[in-house]
């Protein structure tokens, strides 16, 4: 339910390419029962909301992207417990959406406690989906063992940026990644990988026991091809947009390989109080300093920009959009 108030919002008023996103006013959000509402400062900008702005994902018009935020909290629903007004907070607006807005309201158990002393709003903003990702992807679904040797494509990336040093935390030992051109080998390196390559050099890169691929096309075919027997394959995402790429089951069979799906946004609707486990997880390793988090933050009215230059692939570390300036 919405009030009669409005707020400022940046919308997807129809699909296509970044110039379509719109600045607009919008009712604000009010939470229901389970659900916090937060005064948002920051916004994570994702790859995830150019797949909403280009009609990949279907989402209805006009939409507010927007996966992850930090701000603070406006008001809680009913049954909430253990947040309360004007507490800092980093948050998963991943499963409805609404992060480009001042106000936005998702699950209490998507959202984590800041101290704001250790972390700032700005670095915070862009933990809950890259950071979150990183641990759930290498524990929950591939499972990693102590020792395990890890190769991760797009290193230099957003989530990039995290699974090589979420993978150390979490004991592996070799951790290679992948990157397109040479000039982002030294950032993607500064992110606790053991060796950055580039990606047409993969063929050379040994065998690893867990791959991480949000690249596809020709990359996801040459990966599963880099698996050691009882490896697996964690498939995340299609950066490079090349058709899908068929995988053998026979081939699995007789290899002794597993290729696994994982989606922040599926899998924080269906299992939202693990998410956000794994969110106040990835803001502890933050605020510890355990996670190095290089962000660069453009104005809300920028989004524009923020959406080009992801998609491009020019980008690294991640950008976030200051909503409300301090």
Known sequence: MSNTMQMKAVTIPEFGPAEVLREAAVNIPEPGPGQVAIDVAFAGANFAEILYRQGVVDVPLPFVPGIEISGHVRAVGAEVVGLT?????????????????????????????????????????????????????????????????????????????????????????????????????????????????????????????????????????????????????????????????????????????????????????????????ALRRAVAAATNGDLRIQVETLPLHQAIEAHRRIESGSTTGKLVLEVTPA
């Open 85 to 277: 007004v004007g507490q800092p907070v980093a948050a998963l607006t991943i499963v409805d959406s609404g992060g480009y807005a001042e106000v936005a309201v998702t699950a209490a158990d998507l959202v984590a406690p800041l101290d704001e002393q250790s972390l700032s709003l700005a670095t915070a903003a862009a933990l809950p989906s890259n950071s979150t990702t990183a641990f759930l992807v290498l524990d929950r679904v591939a499972r990693i063992e102590p020792g395990e040797s890890v190769l991760v494509h797009a290193a230099a990336g957003g989530v990039g940026s995290q699974l090589g040093q979420a993978a150390r935390l979490l004991g592996a030992g070799r951790v290679v990644g992948t990157v397109g051109t040479p000039e982002k080998i030294a950032t993607a390196t500064a992110f606790g990988y053991d060796e950055v390559i580039l990606r047409d050099q993969l063929a050379d890169a040994g065998e690893f026991d867990i791959v991480v691929d949000m690249v596809g096309g020709p990359t996801r075919r040459a990966s599963l091809d880099r698996l050691a027997p009882m490896g697996r394959m964690v498939v995340m995402g299609n950066a490079s947009g090349a058709e899908d790429v068929g995988m053998s089951a026979n081939e699995l069979w007789f290899s002794n390989k597993t290729v696994s799906g994982f989606n922040l946004a599926a899998f924080s609707a269906a299992y939202p109080a693990d998410a956000g486990t």
